[in-house]
T-cell receptor, first 109, second 117 residues
Framework: DAKTTQPNSMESNEEEPVHLPCNHS???????IHWYRQLPSQGPEYVIH???SNVNNRMASLAIAEDRKSSTLILHRATLRDAAVYYC??????????FGAGTRLAVHP | GAVVSQHPSWVICKSGTSVKIECRSL??????MFWYRQFPKQSLMLMAT?????????EQGVEKDKFLINHASLTLSTLTVTSAHPEDSSFYIC?????????????FGQGTRLTVV
């Protein structure tokens, strides 16, 4: 099972881009990389996922290193509503998600 | 988009009673669902995998007789906390992947805050 490593916390200013890093050095060739976020007192919310190529959706972009040992979640313009705990996860088996500590993102006005 | 609905959002029960939490996938079928619990200021801890039509698979250290899981249909899984005690007070969350092995997103319920008094 591929373990992920993320910084405990990061800070950003509103309207600025945010780059959230994740290391997953033991990832296998067929493992996807998922990102979820959790706002206070809510269930987690899907953000994005990818395999090899960089991925974009309306919420964020996912940049995956060529060797796939790391990835970066990019929020292009942070808003106050983006303040949350962000989890980088490599699913196990049938989409089993094991949550680590994640990165707590603070966004300042 | 796909939605997973969890009910109730919060519940207060007396010590020794049982509480049932429902998790429904509203617009897709989920042969597999997952149950988590989360204590304050901690991350989610996976409790068990709920399998439609068969027994749930529990993570190490989770008491299967205390946390009963039933996945009776492709859209409904239930978690029953039996003989609840104050230490069972927690935030319980379910999730359902829309399908596939790692290549589709998972959707989460809004969580159930259980308080045992």
């Amino acid at each position: 099972d591929a373990k992920t490593t993320q910084p405990n916390s990061m800070e950003s200013n509103e309207e600025e881009p945010v780059h959230l890093p994740c290391n997953h050095s033991t990832i296998s060739g067929t493992d996807y990389i998922h990102w979820y976020r959790q706002l206070p007192s809510q269930g987690p919310e899907y953000v994005i996922h990818g395999l090899t190529s960089n991925v974009n959706n309306r919420m964020a972009s996912l940049a995956i290193a060529e060797d796939r040992k790391s990835s970066t979640l990019i929020l292009h313009r942070a808003t106050l509503r983006d303040a949350a705990v962000y989890y980088c996860i490599v699913p196990v088996g049938y989409n089993k998600l094991i949550f680590g500590a994640g990165t707590r993102l603070a966004v300042h006005p | 988009g796909a939605v997973v609905s969890q009910h109730p959002s919060w519940v207060i029960c007396k010590s020794g009673t049982s509480v049932k939490i429902e998790c429904r996938s509203l617009d897709f079928q989920a042969t597999t669902m997952f149950w988590y619990r989360q204590f304050p200021k901690q991350s989610l801890m996976l409790m068990a995998t709920s399998n439609e039509g068969s027994k749930a698979t529990y993570e190490q250290g989770v008491e299967k007789d205390k946390f009963l899981i039933n996945h009776a249909s492709l859209t409904l899984s239930t978690l029953t906390v039996t003989s609840a005690h104050p230490e069972d007070s927690s935030f319980y969350i379910c999730s359902a992947p829309r399908g596939g092995q790692g290549n589709t997103e998972a959707f989460f319920g809004q969580g159930t805050r259980l308080t045992v008094v």
